[in-house]
């Protein structure tokens, strides 16, 4: 079974797909056997399409995105109860799936990480359950400070320490970017943080993410082995709990 990344952000449009599908290229010309999914999606199946053109036709649609809603909005709100809680079933047998087919399974959110997938269960309830690692992406501008430490915040609340952030650059620069990193590097002390330039106002077709990545595969590949290092660190000290706590009912 691959490796579980999920990558959420601090809201909608801040640049998840894109990062998605940036590390899932970067990763298969690496050699990894890379694959990316988006379980949930709403008013359209275009980031589902880019992401199935960088998995290399590796996943269907349907196996990328199984719960999908044509209405532009947040799952628990395009959906009836009884469907959320079925799309929420769908979803999680969807990854398991998924992560048996691959070495890394990149797996983006909707929206935030406090949005809610089904009654009493959020899209950080689905990190904390799945991700070996998660990264956090925001937009490079005013007001960033707050929106990833608040996202990171909940995110440690449900036992899901250390996220990796990634900022992405914007065409607009204010005084704020100059500084937006070097606080957040300060404030997260056990977090690591990448900056990704401005790729331009809309990046969709396959062609444009292939030629992005090679232009900024040294910061994919710094966010590649950091993740790499976390995911293998903590699952070694699961395995030293699960040893410490099988020795002590032996004892």
Known sequence: ????????????????TV???????????????ALAMKPYCSGSLDDSKLLE?????????????????????????ALERSEAHDGLREAKRAIKVNRQECDVLIVEGIGGAAVPLAPSYSVGELIAEFADHQLIVGKNRL????????????????????????????????????SNADILKEVLKHSHLAEIPFLGMEVS???????????????????????KFISA???????LQLKAKTTDRRG
Request: hydrophobic share 40%.
């Open 1 to 16: 079974m691959g490796s579980t990344i999920f990558i959420t952000g601090t809201g909608t449009g801040v640049g998840k």
């Open 19 to 33: 990062l998605t599908a940036l590390l899932t290229v970067h990763l298969r010309a690496s050699g990894v056997r």
């Open 53 to 77: 053109a960088a998995n290399g036709g590796g996943l269907s649609l349907r196996q990328i995105t199984p719960v999908f809603s044509a209405k532009p909005l947040a799952p628990l709100a």
């Open 143 to 178: 007001g960033i400070i707050n929106e990833i430490i608040l996202t990171n915040y909940y995110l440690e609340g449900l036992g899901k320490s250390g996220s990796t952030v990634v900022l992405m650059g914007e065409a607009s620069t204010g005084l704020s970017v100059n």
């Open 205 to 227: 077709k396959i062609e444009e993410i292939k030629g992005h990545q090679i232009k900024i595969s040294k910061t994919l590949a710094q966010i590649c082995n950091w993740v």
């Open 233 to 239: 660190k903590r699952r070694s000290g699961n395995k």
